[in-house]
């Protein structure tokens, strides 16, 4: 049987390739409203964003215009690796920034996922014009090796469309990490050296944070802020070296938060361990957070 003309199925290719752009470009346009509104202040993951933001761009653009394979397969794998890149700041943290799940997170997952699974289909859906792009000049013998490897191709792609999106599945579903600094009843709070800095510390450790938009009556992070910051609950004890002022406010859902010399007090997901300050200086939820100095 012959095969089929290239016109015949040509609105199929294109519609694969207008989807992956499209798909390239949305991926770089939630990238660049996180770098935008909070993720340039993170050391090492703010750069990352912009560069996924200006690469998905650009390829999204060339795919868009030229109908570029080569510029179709750097997309899907740069689709790939920013999935990656955020499992792992989900699950174990990268560059000391740890994610949490959100509803944008989970969005921008998909769509690499999509985005893959439409670029791989547009690079390797027509063995003609793959090789037409790769063999230049081309013998016999390589065509036919290039025909035989592209079907093998296209189950690896499909192979790995299928696990990214299971992989994605599975890390959602797992809980997430323990928060710091919350939990107990009684929040026992002291003074650390952190960086050479005293700072105001839960009984484990872990840095506490003030918010830059809070009042001593309010605080002002809640929702998604409150899963990257978690607000220390339950009644505070000074501990060593505490000398501030300690106390109490009423957030929105009724819960009491310590307040240290009139600051409400959080802990920060990317703290992994006791004695980190990761959350110093970030511009992320609306405002600036500073770690709880010592007062005194």
Request: with cysteine.
């Amino acid at each position: 049987m012959e095969r089929e003309p290239r016109t015949q199925k040509g609105w199929q290719w294109l519609a694969l390739r207008v989807a992956g752009a499209g798909l390239l470009l949305s991926t770089g346009a939630v990238h660049l409203d996180l770098y935008l509104t909070g993720y340039r202040s993170i050391p090492e993951v703010g750069w990352l964003f912009l560069v996924q933001a200006i690469s998905a761009f650009g390829l999204g653009v060339l795919v868009l215009v030229s109908g570029s394979l080569l510029a179709a397969a750097g997309g899907a794998a740069l689709a790939l690796s920013t999935l990656g890149g955020y499992l792992l700041s989900l699950r174990v943290g990268l560059f000391g920034f740890r994610e949490v799940r959100t509803p944008a997170g989970v969005v921008a997952g998909v769509i690499e996922v999509t985005t893959f699974a439409a670029l791989a289909a547009f690079v390797l859906g027509d063995a003609e014009q793959l090789r037409l792009a790769v063999l230049r000049p081309h013998t016999s013998r390589s065509s036919g090796r290039l025909h035989a490897a592209v079907p093998v191709a296209r189950w690896g792609a499909s192979a790995l469309t299928l696990l990214a999106a299971v992989w994605f599945g599975l890390c959602l579903a797992s809980p997430g990490p323990a928060p710091t600094g919350t939990g107990s009843p009684v929040q026992l709070l002291k003074i650390a050296s952190v960086g050479g800095v005293p700072v105001v510390t839960d009984a484990r450790g872990f840095t506490l944070y003030r918010f830059g938009p809070d009042t001593p009556t309010k605080s002002n992070c809640s929702g998604t802020c409150a899963l990257y910051w978690p607000p220390v609950l339950g009644i505070p004890r000074a501990g060593l070296g505490v000398t501030g002022e300690l106390g109490t406010i009423r957030r929105s859902d009724g819960a009491a938060q310590v307040t240290y010399d009139g600051h409400p007090l959080y802990s920060y997901v990317g703290d992994g361990a006791p004695g980190q300050a990761a959350g110093n200086g970030i511009d992320l939820n609306g405002g600036l957070w500073h770690e709880m100095a010592a007062s005194g």
